[in-house]
């Protein structure tokens, strides 16, 4: 997910996560995803991604450049190959 947690997007948010099937991981790309970035005081805000649910890769950066979300990617499905090799 990319932006901040805005109200209105709270709901879809954690509607979309719900429906995913298992295994599932969630990638937060962005400063404003994960901390709310220049809307952090924002009356609109629910707070950061992993407030609603859990992430696995955090991609920093406002905008975060390319080759880091790449890198996030790579970590993701490193991630989720773990997971199903656990299984």
């Known amino acids: 997910m990319t932006g901040p947690v805005t109200t209105k997007l709270k709901e879809k948010v954690l509607r979309v996560y719900e429906q995913t099937p298992d295994p599932k991981l969630v990638m937060c790309v ?3 995803g994960s901390t709310g970035g220049v809307f952090s005081e924002s ?9 609603i649910v859990p992430v696995a890769v955090y ?17 993701a499905l490193a991630k989720l190959e773990a997971l199903q090799s656990a299984s």
Do not use: K, M
């Not at 009356?43 to 407030?51: E, I, K, R, S």
């Not at 991609?59 to 975060?64: A, L, Q, T």
């Open 43 to 51: 009356y609109n805000l629910h707070g950061p991604l992993d407030a």
């Open 30 to 32: 962005g400063a404003c």
């Open 59 to 75: 991609v920093p950066g406002c905008p975060p450049r390319p080759e880091a979300i790449i890198y996030g990617v790579a970590q």
